[in-house]
T-cell receptor, first 114, second 110 residues
Framework: EAQVTQNPRYLITVTGKKLTVTCSQNMNHEYMSWYRQDPGLGLRQIYYSMNVEATDKGDVPEGYKVSRKEKRNFPLILESPSPNQTSLYFC?????????????FGAGSRLTVL | QKEVEQNSGPLSVPEGAIASLNCTYSDRVSQSFFWYRQYSGKSPELIMSIYSNGDKEDGRFTAQLNKASQYVSLLIRDSQPSDSATYLCAVNTGFQKLVFGTGTRLLVSP
């Protein structure tokens, strides 16, 4: 089954404790992206990647890091989480077509930072 | 001005009615437009895409695009309670740059 898999689905952590949210897709997609979703603010892009070793900042990259060493994986790293990073996070992927973004989303990871 | 604007709702319609969801965008060079449906606690799923002016129909769903007015809409005919969800408008503002609206919550009552 074609899918985007995120882990963990739920996480409660404390301020400053480094964490990684993994994302893996099995569709051989070039493009991968991380979003956070907050009430009243919608989906906002954190980082995206056009291919292996090609990553770039989205609209809200502060406090996050990513890497793309393999085509299928795109982990999101919070080096020193803070309470304002409490949110619902989605990883998404797509093939690269000019002007088209048919994204497949993962199931989401709900993060709480105390 | 937000890049993509939607009324947050909720939009309440009775079962069997037509639900009309609207979206405006600010970037005139946008070329592709999408509607995603998101059930509570779930991830967004694509239901419609539209790239040229006019209407595009898929089953009970019709997407309408008016680039001159920078306006995209989604019509849902014969609305069902299972259509109750948040509908996200997304606009491609550049190569692989997708901007989402905050979503309109639709409630379909039996």
């Amino acid at each position: 089954e074609a899918q985007v898999t995120q882990n963990p689905r739920y996480l409660i952590t404390v301020t400053g404790k480094k964490l990684t949210v993994t994302c893996s897709q099995n569709m051989n997609h070039e493009y991968m992206s991380w979003y956070r979703q907050d009430p009243g603010l919608g989906l906002r892009q954190i980082y995206y990647s056009m291919n292996v070793e090609a990553t770039d900042k989205g609209d809200v990259p502060e406090g996050y890091k990513v890497s793309r060493k393999e085509k299928r994986n795109f982990p999101l790293i919070l080096e020193s989480p803070s309470p304002n990073q409490t949110s619902l996070y989605f990883c998404a992927s797509s093939q690269i077509f000019s002007g088209a973004n048919v994204l497949t989303f993962g199931a989401g990871s709900r993060l709480t930072v105390l | 001005q937000k890049e993509v604007e939607q009324n947050s709702g909720p939009l309440s319609v009775p079962e069997g009615a037509i639900a009309s969801l609207n979206c405006t965008y600010s970037d005139r060079v946008s070329q592709s437009f999408f509607w995603y449906r998101q059930y509570s606690g779930k991830s967004p799923e694509l239901i419609m895409s539209i790239y040229s002016n006019g209407d595009k129909e898929d089953g009970r769903f019709t997407a309408q695009l008016n680039k001159a007015s920078q306006y995209v809409s989604l019509l849902i005919r014969d609305s069902q309670p299972s259509d109750s969800a948040t509908y996200l408008c997304a606009v491609n503002t550049g190569f692989q740059k997708l901007v989402f609206g905050t979503g309109t919550r639709l409630l379909v009552s039996p």
